[in-house]
């Protein structure tokens, strides 16, 4: 899988004789974050999707050093997914339409929820539905059990036609359907908001509004790919959502308007993440955690080599803590005008 395109970290740090760090500080480097009231051991998370439950990775990392793990998503009954061929790799990312095949809310919680719960990290359970029903029967389900941190709630997913277009596009409709989903559970429910919305920050305005813990952003982006010899799609479905480096700046564009719009709001920044450098790029956008996704599936281990990456990163720039990067992008200054010759 061709993921690696962009560039590496370590290429792309300036030469340390151009800054100036302050090495006088002695706090020790501290990578614990708060999301909202919610106190992360780490600010990575695995994404939704890329993770299956995870469990599988146990035997390649150890999963109690990663912030928390953002599951499958979950629907009330157990979904089959998309026909197949529902993946292709493209130019730095990949395609995919599996179409949210997951065991469903009884299956999840009477068999994945046990080994996350014992993990001692954030539990985040991705769940969806196709009208409100649906939503709100999952959310009511899901939020009764111990030991889930956070309800992540997509409505932003390309790949199930029912209701996802209008959920995750028409604020108005998000807000109705979020203020449903809070009610029906004391567990917070973060919203995954889609990067094919007209306005991401009307849309994060208004799931606020109706109670929403925070917001993740962004899901994948509605693409598609050609085999030119056969005439067809690679994908069944013809469309699927792009994730991986490619999508990077369209995520951090994102994150940077939803937080300098919503100050404080708890905000889940994800698309692209591949080093410790992308990552903190996205707390300096404003994210507060971030997951990183396509990244696992070419590379298991990868969330573990990310955080020690960002951790040296942030020593090397005097950054002492997750809080202290946080948003704190500066703004370049305004160019001279360039004047005509006399």
């Known amino acids: 899988m061709n993921i690696h395109a962009s560039t590496d970290a370590s290429s792309r740090v300036d030469d340390p004789g151009d800054r100036v760090v302050d090495r006088s500080i002695d706090r020790p480097l501290d990578l614990s974050c708060s999301f909202g009231h919610q106190r992360l051991k780490s600010p990575l998370l695995a994404a939704s999707g890329c993770f299956a439950y995870a469990e599988p990775f146990a035997q390649f990392i150890d999963l109690r050093l990663l912030g928390g793990v953002s599951t499958k998503g979950i629907s009330p009954e157990p979904r089959h997914g998309n026909p197949l061929p529902r993946i292709c790799e493209t130019a730095s990312g990949m395609l995919n339409s599996i179409g949210l095949e997951n065991v469903g809310a009884q299956a999840f919680l009477r068999e994945k929820l046990p080994f996350l719960r014992d993990l001692g990290i954030a539990v985040w359970?991705?769940?969806?539905?196709?009208?409100?029903?649906?939503?709100?029967?999952?959310?009511?389900?899901?939020?009764?059990?111990?030991?889930?941190?956070?309800?992540?709630?997509?409505?932003?997913?390309?790949?199930?036609?029912?209701?996802?277009?209008?959920?995750?596009?028409?604020?108005?409709?998000?807000?109705?359907?979020?203020?449903?989903?809070?009610?029906?559970?004391?567990?917070?429910?973060?919203?995954?908001?889609?990067?094919?919305?007209?306005?991401?920050?009307?849309?994060?305005?208004?799931?606020?509004?109706?109670?929403?813990?925070?917001v993740s952003l962004i899901n994948t982006i509605t693409g598609m790919a050609i085999d030119v010899r056969k005439r067809r799609p690679r994908i069944a479905t013809t469309y699927g959502g792009l994730s991986g480096p490619a999508i990077k700046p369209v995520g951090l564009r994102m994150v940077h308007q939803v937080a300098r719009a919503l100050p404080g709001f708890p905000i889940c920044g994800m698309g692209g993440i591949l080093n410790g450098e992308d990552a903190l790029e996205y707390l300096m956008a404003g994210a507060h955690c971030v997951q990183v996704g396509t990244a696992c599936f070419a590379e298991p281990g990868a969330i573990v080599r990310i955080t020690e990456e960002l951790r040296g990163l942030m020593g090397e720039l005097g950054i002492r803590s997750v809080a202290d990067a946080v948003g704190c992008l500066e703004a370049l200054p305004p160019e001279a005008p360039i004047r005509a010759p006399a």
């Open 125 to 214: 359970v991705n769940f969806f539905g196709t009208d409100f029903e649906t939503y709100i029967e999952c959310a009511r389900t899901l939020g009764g059990a111990q030991g889930i941190d956070v309800l992540e709630m997509n409505i932003s997913c390309p790949n199930i036609k029912k209701g996802g277009i209008e959920f995750g596009t028409v604020p108005e409709v998000a807000h109705r359907l979020t203020r449903a989903c809070v009610e029906a559970t004391d567990t917070p429910i973060v919203v995954k908001l889609s990067p094919n919305a007209g306005d991401n920050v009307a849309m994060a305005q208004a799931v606020k509004e109706a109670g929403a813990f925070g």
